[in-house]
């Protein structure tokens, strides 16, 4: 391991900090070394906060003359222009080269004078896009980009399909009995439940990361869910879901209530990706049903999906009818990613390998 990959490992570290509370910003993390010793580190804490590059300059024991003001400019004392001179910083993801709700970090590494800036990988965004590596060549600092840029890359893929592809990243979720069966009724005609409460608590947990939650027509009237995040701390996502024919009447609970609801009246999914990239949704989970996750994986427009498999001693002796079993999705080109057991059940997380 290089000394460059050994203190971006660190900003990696760093920037997992802000998991759930960046969005729809990204992850990003960042180490500022003096003299072969960490001086500073920070991570992009909160959407709308300031960026890593800032926190980790904030968190500098900061020389003698060195003053700071409140709205983010710096005065640089002849002092502290000497210490950063002598500084490297270490940054997951491109500075920033314009205003948002926060300046441009490369003005302020710039104004700092550091002498080096090691980069993990590019800005895909296109008001960035190597700008920020520009300006600060452009003022005399040396950059290396490309340190562990996949490691980097995989921070957030939320953040990479969105500007890349100029869409939500799509994760399908389902779950399913052993024999590959889903959304089954038992004799008397309840709902079986494939998931457990822990397991369902993980679903909670997973849709508090997303921006937006889609089920089918049949789905919202037949098992009427609320699509919320009552079982995890976090904000619940938008809900969305396809009514081609009209057959919602607004006493669904995704409709009765004050959370907000999109309705689309066209089922091409390209075209609903795309307006839900202009709402700026960057994932997209899609919970079924059958018919809807299937279109997705028909169009090839998914990226991982989250598989929940029941052990068959779970609903051991419970007889289900046959005209009441669903088969459930197929997936090519999927690759497993993991696969684990949670409170008895098995859990796959599998990728497309198509976009890999």
């Not at 005609?189 to 921006?211: A, E």
Request: a neutral charge; aromatic letters at 6%; one cysteine or more.
């Amino acid at each position: 391991m290089t000394e460059d990959e050994k203190y971006m490992r660190r900003a990696i570290q760093l920037a997992k900090c802000g998991e759930a509370s960046t969005a729809p910003n990204p992850m990003v993390g960042a180490v500022i070394v003096h003299n072969g010793r960490i001086v500073g580190e920070g991570y992009h804490r909160k959407y709308g906060g300031p960026h890593a590059e800032v926190n980790a300059v904030k968190s500098v024991r900061i020389p003698r003359g060195y003053a700071r003001h409140c709205d983010g400019t710096y005065d640089i004392s002849p002092e502290a222009s000497e210490f950063f001179a002598e500084c490297i910083m270490y940054v997951t993801l491109e500075p920033c080269s314009h205003w948002g709700k926060t300046p441009p970090c490369c003005d302020m590494i710039v104004a700092h004078g550091f002498k080096r800036v090691v980069i993990g990988m590019t800005d895909p965004n296109a008001k960035v896009n190597g700008e920020g590596i520009q300006r600060m060549q452009n003022a005399g600092i040396e950059v290396k980009t490309g340190v562990l840029e996949k490691e980097c890359r995989d921070i957030n893929p939320d953040f990479q399909i969105f500007h890349r592809m100029l869409r939500p990243r799509v994760t399908l979720k389902w779950a399913q009995m052993a024999d590959g069966t889903i959304g089954m009724k038992t004799d008397n005609g309840q709902r079986l439940h494939i998931s457990t409460q822990f397991t369902n608590m993980l679903v909670h947990r997973l849709r508090s990361r997303c921006q937006a939650i889609m089920v089918g027509t049949n789905t919202a009237i037949q098992d009427n869910p609320s699509l919320t995040t009552r079982l995890w701390k976090g904000n619940s996502p938008l809900r969305v879901t396809i009514d081609r024919k009209g057959r919602l009447d607004g006493s669904e609970k995704i409709l009765s209530d004050d959370q907000e609801t999109v309705v689309y009246h066209n089922e091409i999914l390209s075209e609903i990706l795309f307006d839900l990239h202009k709402r700026g949704v960057q994932h997209l989970l899609v919970e079924g049903g059958s018919k809807l996750l299937q279109s997705f994986i028909d169009s090839n427009l998914w990226d991982d999906a989250r598989v929940e498999i029941c052990t068959d001693r779970q609903h051991e002796g419970t007889h289900i009818p046959y005209d009441e079993k669903v088969k459930a999705p197929t997936l090519p080109n999927a690759k497993l990613s993991e696969e684990y057991e949670a409170d008895g059940n098995k859990l796959l997380i599998l990728l497309n390998s198509s976009h890999i």
